[in-house]
């Protein structure tokens, strides 16, 4: 129980650090408006999935930008801003849930309406 209080706990110190990180210190106009919904630490440390949105650019040209690019400098911060042993590899993916989301309620403000009108 304690080892994933741990994780859950890295997680979100990472998610807040990488959220600086990229407001204060990364000038790439290929990215746009990116958000970091979370961070997932695997139990061993050495990798975390972080889940991103982004606004004003395509996902998947983000992603691969991040993979690519900018994975190894972003890595690089997070270990000068936190205390852990060995930083975890970044891996980087974009999160659909926010777009799911908005549609669904699309969709049942469109069958409302539907019904309304009936």
């Known amino acids: 129980m304690r080892e994933f209080q741990r994780i859950d706990r890295l997680g979100t110190e990472l998610r807040r650090e990488l959220a ?9 106009p290929r990215l746009g408006m990116v958000t970091i919904q979370e961070v997932r630490v695997t139990r061993d440390l050495a990798h975390a999935k972080v889940f991103f949105t982004c606004m004003g650019s395509d996902a998947t040209a983000t992603a691969r930008l991040f993979n690519r690019t900018l ?5 690089h911060e997070l270990a000068r801003r936190v205390r852990v042993r060995s ?3 970044l891996h980087f993916v974009y999160d ?3 777009e799911r989301g908005a549609r669904l ?3 049942i403000q469109q069958a409302v309406a539907e019904e309304n009108e009936e």
């Open 87 to 89: 930083m975890p590899e």
């Open 71 to 75: 994975s190894g400098f972003l890595r």
């Open 96 to 98: 659909e849930s926010v």
């Open 105 to 107: 309620m699309d969709l």
């Open 20 to 28: 600086e990180v990229l407001r204060d210190t990364v000038r790439d």
